[in-house]
């Protein structure tokens, strides 16, 4: 993904922002109702990613927010019932992200 592209080639301020502008497109997509579990791992795949670029920069207090929204939408995509094992995997790895900041 060019997140991980830009991250690779030493270029985490560039990362950040390719995945705040995805998690702008998520966010509008989620509100326009969007409940494809396709989407919906992907949007968490974007928080992931996010607080993993801010915890290298060091942003932790931002790192802590972004994962917090994360978990909102984590929450909330279970509460709706989905089932499939990606969004679940990702749900987990955002809480493994979410804890790092704070050890």
């Not at 995945?19 to 109702?33: M, P, V």
């Not at 409940?35 to 915890?55: C, D, F, I, M, P």
């Not at 939408?73 to 989905?82: K, N, Q, R, V």
Request: proline share 2%; net charge negative.
């Amino acid at each position: 993904n060019a997140g991980v592209t830009l991250g690779q080639l030493g270029q985490p301020n560039e990362e950040l922002d390719t995945y705040q502008r995805g998690l702008k497109h998520a966010e509008a997509f989620l509100s326009d109702g969007e409940t494809t579990s396709g989407v919906r791992e992907q949007v968490l795949q974007l928080y992931v990613n996010a607080v993993g670029t801010l915890e290298q920069l060091g942003q932790v207090d931002k790192a802590v927010e972004t994962a917090q929204r994360g978990l909102k939408h984590a929450e909330a995509f279970l509460s709706d019932g989905e089932t499939t094992s990606g969004v679940r995997e990702q749900v987990l790895q955002l809480y493994v992200n979410a804890a790092m900041p704070l050890s």
